[in-house]
């Protein structure tokens, strides 16, 4: 069965400082990855996705995110946070099968301090 | 712009009562689902339906039940509130395909079973 560890419960940053997210997956097939971020309240907005091809993708909000299937990640990065980037951030990872059927981590849940 | 809509964004029953959770979608998805959010839990996928009529259990879905009717129309039902079932329902729909599986989120229902 897939599975997507997000190890990171709680990071704190500094604003303008830059920020990694670490999600690791398992799956035996290629997967298809993606990162939400849920702000307080509020539902989950897709950031990124992988499907194929270039293996770092680019998102909205200035995020980014790069895949290696050697290491079964797929990380978030951003360079320079925003104290508007305080959020709950997601990975997920789903199948070409049953398309749309996703496994999700965790989450990590982001502070910025100012 | 997809749009999926809770009919709640708080909901307080009592234990014991029936309790409906409607979702609609305005952009014709096939997949339909419903997850609970948990602190530290991340999200759990309680049932999700790939076609009008079909439903399939997902990770946790006792204590539940599902209806779709229409395809932009899915119901989560709880039979029996139970004050264990206090969560965040989030509801979501996708694309039944391999390139666009990702899932559009409604705001969340947050309830509580007293």
């Known amino acids: 069965a897939q599975s997507v560890t997000q190890p990171d419960i709680h990071i704190t940053v500094s604003e303008g400082a830059s920020l990694e997210l670490r999600c690791n997956y398992s799956y035996g097939a290629t997967p298809y990855l993606f990162w939400y971020v849920q702000s307080p309240g509020q539902g989950l907005q897709l950031l990124l996705k992988y499907f194929s091809g270039d293996t770092l993708v680019q998102g909205i909000k200035g995020f980014e995110a790069e895949f290696k299937r050697s290491q079964s990640s797929f990380n978030l990065r951003k360079p320079s946070v925003h104290w508007s980037d305080a959020a709950e951030y997601f990975c997920?990872?789903?199948?070409?099968?049953?398309?749309?059927?996703?496994?999700f981590g965790d989450g990590t849940t982001l502070t910025v301090k100012p | 712009d997809v749009k999926v809509t809770q009919s709640s964004r708080y909901l307080v029953k009592r234990t014991g009562e029936k309790v409906f959770l409607e979702c609609v979608q305005d952009?014709?998805?096939?997949?339909m689902f419903w997850y609970r959010q948990d602190p530290g839990l991340g999200l759990r996928l309680i049932y999700f339906s790939y076609d009008v009529k079909m439903k399939e259990k997902g990770d946790i879905p006792e204590g539940y039940s599902v209806s779709r009717e229409k395809k932009e129309r899915f119901s989560l039902i709880l039979e029996s509130a139970s004050t264990n079932q206090t969560s965040m329902y989030l509801c979501?729909?996708?694309?039944?395909?391999?390139?666009?599986?990702?899932?559009?989120f409604g705001q969340g229902t947050r309830l509580t079973v007293v």
């Open positions: 952009m014709d998805h096939e997949n």
């Open positions: 997920a990872v789903t199948t070409n099968t049953n398309a749309g059927k996703s496994t």
């Open positions: 979501a729909s996708s694309l039944y395909g391999t390139e666009n599986t990702e899932a559009f």
